[in-house]
């Protein structure tokens, strides 16, 4: 059995930082690009930023030049560092992978439960 596990969200002020983590755990043979989303209230799930197995990543206009995606492949860890926080990037924050348990098994995606990033004004 697969989880992800995401920890690091908080209440943050107004241009602080945060951190998050999402780590994979259980039956995994290989893993794909990872990915952080987020849900805000009132709205819908988009995407933050992404990251490749072989590091290439790609973000969202909206946190370009504040939020930095990265990844540790022998961790089976993402991590979101998010500096210069507004009110706006308030939202729950989940992670997204695809894994393999085996060779020959598809791929599965996966999410994690989600964590709470809340920026005071």
């Known amino acids: 059995q697969v989880r992800l596990v995401e920890s690091g969200g908080g209440l943050v002020q107004f241009g602080g930082s945060l951190r998050l983590s999402c780590a994979a755990s259980?039956?995994?043979?290989?893993?794909?690009?990872m990915g952080w989303y987020r849900q805000g209230p009132g709205k819908e799930r988009e995407l933050v930023a992404t990251?490749?197995?072989?590091?290439?990543?790609n973000y969202a206009d909206s946190v370009k030049g504040r939020f930095t995606i990265s990844r540790d492949n022998a961790k089976n860890t993402v991590y979101l560092q998010m500096n210069s926080l507004k009110p706006e990037d308030t939202a729950v924050y989940y992670c997204?992978?695809?894994?393999?348990?085996?060779?020959?098994?598809?791929?599965?995606?996966?999410w994690g439960q989600g964590t709470q990033v809340t920026v005071s004004s």
């Open positions: 990251i490749t197995r072989g590091g290439s990543t």
């Open positions: 997204k992978t695809r894994i393999l348990t085996t060779s020959t098994a598809p791929w599965y995606e996966y």
């Open positions: 259980g039956n995994i043979f290989s893993i794909s690009a």
